[in-house]
């Protein structure tokens, strides 16, 4: 766990930046007059991004090993942070983002392969799990953050910045460092997997697999994704739009988040318990009445409680797909499994923030929950479907 030490402190602190940076682009773009369509395609280009990196960039940390692929990853995510400072352009800041999503993959792969090359398998279960509270941890942290400068303003960006720099030091400076090709052998085989070539053809077989043994897996997967990346961009344009100030968006984004963290050991036990397909469904129904209720409430104690509920939930939604499938695939292929999985709720995150900020644009700033609804509804019948 040594080798861990500098790259999840690392890791920490730039989720953190890029928890900031991901409202604050929301909240400058509304600043500046801008539509919710053009928040929405903006930040799906994080997701554009995410999906050519997480085709590609496997081999690249694979062969230079998980440090070094995070500090040029990390400094990569810096520089493009930079550019929102010089340019107030929707189709740069585009650009932009699809740069920031291509670098944060590369730095989940190099955070990801440092886990699994670090610990024995005896213990990798509780490292993920600490890998997991870390990034939910910085994400809210991040949120905190919204409202220490003028919204909008320079400082928030600079920030932005000294954060993204902040996080390469501890991984230069702390813990061992792993050698590329290093790994145990039970980390071989996936390192083994991504520098194979044909990776298009990876990917197709993945998506064979999903359908053979678990078929709601893609869909519900996909959904996961509409709701995590619309709520992400568009929900501090949402609370804008009801009254929310800055200071107060900071707050709610940040309180709700830490809802996501302290739901995911009690949903899981649930659904070693209930099953997953009925722990989707229950959450899902749920999630669908929070859905309705903050497409009409303004009182902002009330959408606070239902805001921390309705993140709660579908935060869950993902583990609760992964674990399914990891039921019913076989162990040689969970690899390949779950990075396929990753790639489509990527494609779920991509149409999120577009698709949703149509429902705003349509129904005002209650359709991004009217979006939610269906999404959580359609979910709800998914997890009732015979033969998936």
Known sequence: MRALIGLLGGYTILVCGNSLLTTLISLRMLHGERTALDVGLVQSCYYVGFIVGALGLGPIVGRIGPQRAFIGFGALAALAALGYLSFDSPDIWAVLRLITGFSMVGVFTSIESGVNGAVPNERRG????????????????????????????????????????????????????????????????????????????????????????APRSVPACIGAGLLSSAFYALTPVYLARIGYPASGISRAMGVVLIGALLSQWPVGRLSDRLGRRATLGVISLVSACAAAALAILRAPALVDTILFLYVALTFTLYGVIVSDVNDRVDQARRVQTSATLLLVFSLGGAAGPTVASLFMRLLGAGGLYVFALVVTLALAALSRARGV
């Open 126 to 213: 509780r490292a993920f799990a600490l890998y997991l509270v870390l990034t939910y941890l910085g994400v809210s942290a991040g949120q905190f953050l919204l409202g220490v400068g003028a919204p909008g303003g320079i400082f928030e960006h600079a920030l932005v910045n000294g954060l993204f720099v902040t996080a390469l030091i501890p991984v230069a400076l702390i813990g061992e460092w792993q050698s590329a090709g290093g790994a145990p052998p039970a980390a071989t085989a996936p390192a083994s997997a991504l520098a194979t070539p044909k990776r298009p053809t990876l990917l197709l077989d993945g998506l064979r697999e999903l359908h053979r043994v």
